[in-house]
């Protein structure tokens, strides 16, 4: 039953959940890394692994939604309650192309001050101010508030963001795409079916996007697995030649500190081996999504390069402040320096790429000079 099913996987024929549920319970753990380092070579082939620099902003940490997980979100007046201003936008890209990135990974709270005036005039200002700045900004659930709240479509909200500046739309927030799930650790976020809703209209607009996992908490494997199918069943509905998802990322639950393990007890389940088990599976079951992504930051160095040997082709970004994972304990930090020293410890090259995967190439002038601030 293994060797067919592994067959079928080389044969990119899709594998169902029972299936999928069946490799993850039952195959060794070196046959799934053999067989989703065979299916890296047909998608990716060659040793090359990649990475980037890009920094991670918080716009605010307010955030209405206050899932159970999450350290990092504040409550409206709350005395550490803070949205980015003009001046810390200065200050942190400056920072970052000191150092040679170019993206700005744009994340926080949905703070209910915030409508999307503030965000066009937000994108507008940053690429007014640095014209080859690149936005990975914002996630589904953002996109499904903003539509509620002014009362229109996900479609007119992302078009209104991608005309401001809105360079790909990060798969943030998918957690588990189970309502199950997520009624327990983020009721109140958008339902599994907005944010794959949130998705199908990106793609159709041809916005880059990439796909997520949080696991390691109250989901069962069954539901991973099916959160992995939901995934590649929208992937195949994306218009031809269109981007979709670019890639996969998947992450374990950082517990400490959190109300869910505080509260409920719920601890996460991580475990390094655990690890390696779900970037194979990821790598079988996503037979249309072409990168796996190591999620380095929350995993650290040793089961990172190992991921790279079960199917994983990058190890993302070295994510100079990252706060949202931080602040539930994942403590990893890699300089560019040591990130490609990691890449090429487990044996492959390291490839500096940008948030399409395309090789990087250097902003062609220096970024605008900034007047004032
Ligand atoms: S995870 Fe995101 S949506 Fe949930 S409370 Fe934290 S900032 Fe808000």
């Known amino acids: 039953m293994l060797n067919q099913l592994?067959?079928?996987a080389l044969s990119l024929v899709p594998l169902s959940v029972e299936e999928g549920e069946f490799l993850y319970d039952s195959a060794p753990i070196e046959e799934l890394m053999f067989v989703a380092s065979?299916?890296?070579?047909?998608?990716?082939?060659?040793?090359?692994?990649?990475?980037?620099?890009?920094?991670?902003?918080?716009?605010?940490?307010?955030?209405?939604?206050?899932?159970?997980?999450?350290?990092?979100?504040?409550?409206?007046?709350?005395?550490?309650s803070y949205v980015t201003t003009s001046e810390d936008y200065t200050k942190k890209i400056d920072e970052m192309y000191r150092i040679g990135g170019d993206q700005l990974l744009l994340q926080g709270g949905m703070n209910p001050d915030l409508d999307i005036n503030f965000y066009v005039d937000l994108f507008k200002e940053l690429k007014n101010r640095y014209p080859s700045l690149k936005l990975h900004a914002l996630g589904p659930p953002e996109i499904v508030y903003l539509a509620r709240k002014e009362n229109s479509t996900f479609r007119e909200v992302l078009s209104r963001l991608v005309d401001s500046g809105l360079d790909s739309l990060p798969g943030a927030g998918a957690e588990i795409l189970s309502d199950r799930v997520r009624r327990i650790v983020s009721p109140a976020k958008a339902t599994a079916e907005e944010w794959l809703d949130v998705m199908r209209e990106a793609h159709k607009l041809n916005l880059p996007t990439s796909a997520t996992m949080m696991y390691g908490h109250i989901e069962t494997i069954r539901e991973r697995i099916e959160h992995?199918?939901?995934?590649?069943?929208?992937?195949?509905?994306?218009?031809?030649?269109?981007?979709?998802?670019?890639?996969?990322?998947?992450?374990?639950?950082?517990?400490?500190?959190?109300?869910?393990?505080?509260?409920?007890?719920?601890?996460?389940?991580?475990?390094?081996?655990?690890?390696?088990?779900?970037?194979?599976?990821?790598?079988?079951?996503?037979?249309?999504?072409?990168?796996?992504?190591?999620?380095?930051?929350?995993?650290?160095?040793?089961?990172?390069?190992?991921?790279?040997?079960?199917?994983?082709?990058?190890?993302?970004?070295?994510?100079?402040?990252?706060?949202?994972?931080?602040?539930?304990?994942?403590?990893?930090?890699?300089?560019?320096?040591?990130?490609?020293?990691?890449?090429?410890?487990?044996?492959?090259?390291?490839?500096?790429?940008?948030?399409?995967?395309?090789?990087?190439?250097?902003?062609?002038?220096?970024?605008?000079?900034?007047?004032?601030?």
């Open 6 to 8: 592994y067959d079928k």
């Open 38 to 80: 065979r299916l890296r070579q047909i998608h990716v082939p060659g040793k090359n692994a990649g990475w980037m620099i890009d920094r991670n902003v918080n716009i605010t940490n307010i955030c209405f939604s206050q899932c159970s997980f999450c350290n990092f979100c504040r409550k409206k007046g709350s005395e550490d």
């Open 228 to 373: 992995l199918v939901k995934l590649r069943n929208l992937q195949s509905e994306k218009p031809a030649g269109n981007h979709g998802f670019i890639t996969f990322i998947p992450w374990p639950f950082q517990d400490e500190g959190t109300r869910l393990r505080e509260e409920k007890g719920v601890k996460s389940s991580y475990s390094g081996p655990g690890y390696i088990r779900m970037v194979a599976i990821s790598r079988i079951m996503l037979d249309n999504i072409k990168n796996i992504q190591a999620s380095i930051l929350t995993v650290g160095k040793d089961i990172g390069m190992l991921s790279l040997h079960a199917g994983a082709n990058d190890v993302g970004s070295i994510m100079i402040e990252e706060n949202v994972v931080s602040a539930a304990g994942a403590s990893n930090r890699f300089n560019a320096k040591e990130m490609q020293e990691v890449i090429k410890e487990a044996g492959f090259v390291p490839g500096r790429r940008n948030q399409k995967y395309e090789t990087f190439l250097p902003p062609a002038r220096p970024p605008t000079p900034l007047k004032g601030g």
